[in-house]
């Protein structure tokens, strides 16, 4: 369980919480899978939702951004039903 200056910590970081919470990446990816096919095809690099601006709270991961729809971390090689064109 997390302490409450474990949560006050991540919330002064600007991250989005499943940046920094794997079990919570791992368990919004998993639900983008089963509810929105994440995973079956390219390419969340061209989404609108592909997030690479907060690099602090990414890593140092080649071809990772934050899915700001379905809010985990996500590869710029896959894709998901809800993709939508970063194209105007
Ligand atoms: S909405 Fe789908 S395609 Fe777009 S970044 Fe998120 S997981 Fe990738």
């Not at 690099?45 to 709270?57: D, E, L």
Request: glycine content about 6%; hydrophobic content about 30%; charged content about 25%.
């Amino acid at each position: 369980m997390k302490t409450l200056k474990c949560i006050l910590q991540e919330a002064d970081n600007n991250c989005p919480p499943a940046t920094q919470d794997t079990k919570l990446n791992t368990a919004n990816k998993k639900a983008a899978a089963k509810d929105h096919e994440y995973g079956t095809a390219p390419n969340c690099g061209n989404c609108k939702h592909f997030n690479t601006s907060i690099k602090k709270c990414l890593g140092n991961a080649e071809g990772i951004g934050y899915c700001e729809a379905l809010q985990f971390k996500c590869s710029a090689a896959k894709w998901c039903n809800i993709w939508v064109s970063k194209r105007k």
